[in-house]
């Protein structure tokens, strides 16, 4: 890969990256306001789960954005804590 494309590669997944967090926050919003005729309101749990989703999805384009530029520095350190919170927001729903 040369480094043109790259930097180009790596320029896409950043704007993907924030363009998931975007429609991540904005259907956990539509789903927080949804109205149930049920006697059980699933919105709650349905958010949730979407906004792990969002992290997930944002955690993936992070780690290959981070591995193929190695820059910047600090975008390691977003990887991890998003992969920690990932992994401990995915304990209780395998435990339950």
């Known amino acids: 890969m040369n480094p043109s494309s790259a930097l180009q590669l790596t320029r896409c997944m950043g704007y993907l990256s924030v363009a998931a967090l975007i429609l991540g926050l904005g259907l956990a919003l539509y789903a927080l306001q949804m109205n149930s005729s049920s006697p059980?309101?699933?919105s709650g749990a349905?958010?949730?789960v979407v906004l792990?989703?969002?992290n997930l999805v944002t955690l993936i384009l992070n780690a290959i954005y981070w591995w193929i530029r190695r820059w910047p520095?600090?975008?390691?350190a977003t990887v991890v804590v998003q992969g920690c919170t990932a992994i401990a927001a995915?304990?209780?729903?395998?435990?339950?």
């Open 40 to 42: 059980v309101d699933l």
């Open 73 to 76: 520095k600090w975008l390691l």
């Open 52 to 54: 792990w989703l969002t």
């Open 46 to 48: 349905l958010a949730l």
């Open 90 to 96: 995915l304990i209780p729903m395998l435990t339950s």
